[in-house]
């Protein structure tokens, strides 16, 4: 997930979450300031929980900061922004697949989940199955 942080009057700031790539110390943290477990903890920060986005600038904050704690962290709602990265775009285009998602449904996802940079190719889609064809 790609993290951005950009404070009225500061400079803006890009991450990339990758819950896999974190400490056990981090993870640890937290789960700690959001009462909720890592898996829970991503699900959340996809669908917009203030409190998760608080939790993960904090987390980027203090791996220059140390020092700074979690209730010391504040920004207005609109300073931070999460999107998709290219893996997860790719995973929920595959997820659309497998969950048979078709119509203006799908064209909707579709949409949704493409690249906002044209300059970047969009997520490769699954090749759609034929109809009455089985996975074998």
Known sequence: MIIKYAPNGGTERTWSFKPA????AE???LEDVTDLTLEEFEQHL??????CKRAVLWLFLRREHPQLRFTEVEFKVAELTTAFDREEKT????????????????????KLLTDDDPTEEPP????KKAA???AG
């Not at 790539?21 to 056990?24: D, N, R």
């Not at 697949?97 to 449904?105: F, V």
């Open 46 to 51: 996809m669908k917009g929980r203030i409190r």
């Open 132 to 134: 009455g064809a089985s």
């Open 27 to 29: 993870a640890e943290a």
């Open 124 to 127: 490769a889609t699954a090749p």
């Open 91 to 110: 995973r929920l285009l595959e997820a659309l697949d497998a969950a048979g998602l078709s119509g203006p449904q799908r064209e909707l996802a579709e």
């Open 21 to 24: 790539e974190l400490t056990s």
